[in-house]
């Protein structure tokens, strides 16, 4: 079955947009945030990106994945009223 989050995203990792090896991520990480487990705070990505997340520190990416979350919604929205 695939992640729902993967279903929203549309099949693609919402940073780089590859389609291979994708996974969901935890924007805000569950050790940190006590409400991690919403809708927002999960995004698509391919495993490059995550690996890549990971290693930089998670937290450091926080309001770019969230960026990158809320611009893709608003462009479905317009899409969608076409
Ligand atoms: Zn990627
Ligand atoms: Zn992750």
Do not use: F
């Not at 590859?18 to 969901?24: A, E, G, I, P, Y």
């Not at 495993?47 to 969230?66: D, M, P, Q, W």
């Amino acid at each position: 079955m695939v992640h729902e989050i993967i279903i929203r995203d549309k099949h693609r990792c919402l940073r780089c947009r590859r389609s291979n090896n994708l996974c969901v991520h935890e924007i805000i990480p569950k050790s940190v945030c006590t409400d991690w487990k919403r809708e927002d705070n999960q995004i698509t990505l391919c495993s490059k990106c995550h690996t890549e997340i990971h290693a930089g520190g998670a937290l450091n990416y926080v309001e770019e994945l969230k960026e990158l979350i809320y611009g893709s919604s608003i462009r479905n929205k317009v899409y969608s009223g076409l």
